[in-house]
């Protein structure tokens, strides 16, 4: 069952979006505050990235491991494997849903944002430069939606007086926090070279395809 979902578990994103747009469209509007309607765009904003990431185009999991991590060797299972991608993936919609819920703590709102932005620049820069490519799975939500939203975030909270250099500094501590408990703490907890949660040959296939399709010419 556990493999079932960890190789799975990414089309699901499509139903989150489907669900949460349905929910601003009827009632989210009326029911939310304003921080609270931009977190919540935020949210659906994972999930795209999330399916762009994993579904379509998708490949993510092997940009992991071969480029961020340089793994040549066991790319397919270490250091990230299906099982710790799930459980990072998973993991972070509980920082996101906590602002959500308590919007009034404008730092946690504010991690998720520097977290919005820290995608951006992993994808819009230091995967596509160890790449050598103009695109990888996640660049384009990052840019279309993380960054103007966190912009907007931002604007707000500073135009209602929200957010001071406190508020900052919190933020970044609990940013820290939230990357070593939902990203490194599960990479290292689960990466093994004889991980049985191995990351699907479609996709590798969608990693060769990206790849083919954006990389940029020398010369």
Not at 114 to 137: D, E, K, T, V
Not at 164 to 192: D, G, H, M
Request: proline share 3%; hydrophobic share 55%.
């Amino acid at each position: 069952m556990m493999k079932w979902i960890s190789n799975n578990w990414q089309y699901f994103t499509i139903l989150v979006v489907i669900v949460l747009v349905a929910y601003m469209i009827l009632w989210g509007h009326q029911q939310l505050n304003g921080i609270q309607v931009i977190l919540m765009y935020s949210l659906i904003s994972l999930a795209i990235h999330q399916f762009e990431e994993f579904v379509f185009p998708g490949g993510a999991p092997i940009v992991v491991n071969k480029v961020s991590f340089q793994e040549k060797v066991d790319y397919k299972h270490y250091p990230g494997n299906t099982l710790s991608t799930l459980i990072v993936n998973m993991s972070v919609y509980v920082l996101y849903i906590l602002a959500l819920i308590f919007p009034q703590f404008i730092w946690l709102g504010l991690a998720t944002m520097i977290f919005n932005l820290m995608q951006l620049f992993g994808h819009a820069y230091s995967i596509n430069r160890a790449l050598g490519a103009w695109y990888n799975p996640g660049m384009i939500t990052s840019i279309v939606l993380f960054l103007p939203i966190s912009i907007y975030y931002v604007y707000y909270t500073y135009h209602f007086h929200l957010i001071n250099i406190l508020t900052w500094i919190i933020a970044i501590l609990v940013y820290f926090i939230a990357v070593f408990l939902t990203i490194t703490l599960p990479f290292e907890k689960f990466k093994s070279r004889s991980s049985k949660y191995v990351i699907s040959d479609w996709q590798l296939e969608r990693y060769t395809k990206v790849l083919k399709f954006a990389k940029l010419k020398k010369g």
